[in-house]
């Protein structure tokens, strides 16, 4: 059973690889909230008016217009 145990190799990743994964999965949401600033704007010029605390809260009560 040691001879199997020793021959058996897991590859391991280090930390610059979990680094670059955990970059690559930000670089999404970084591109997602870009795209959804563009919309936001472009509706912004449309005449479109938000009234709430916070982006997030605009963003909902555009998407709501948009779709009704």
Same mark, same amino acid.
């Given at each position: 059973?040691?001879?199997? @145990?020793?021959?058996?190799?897991?590859?391991?990743?280090?930390?610059?690889?979990?680094?670059?994964?955990?970059?690559?999965?930000?670089?999404g949401f970084e591109k997602q909230?870009?795209?959804?600033?563009?919309?936001?704007?472009?509706?912004?010029?449309?005449?479109?008016?938000?009234?709430?605390e916070s982006c997030?809260?605009?963003?909902?009560?555009?998407?709501?217009? @948009?779709?009704?």
């Amino acid at each position: 059973m040691n001879e199997q @145990r020793k021959n058996k190799h897991v590859p391991t990743q280090g930390i610059q690889g979990d680094v670059q994964k955990k970059g690559r999965k930000m670089g999404g949401f970084e591109k997602q909230v870009k795209e959804r600033a563009k919309e936001m704007k472009h509706y912004l010029n449309k005449g479109a008016k938000v009234v709430g605390e916070s982006c997030k809260k605009g963003w909902l009560k555009l998407k709501n217009i @948009r779709s009704g």
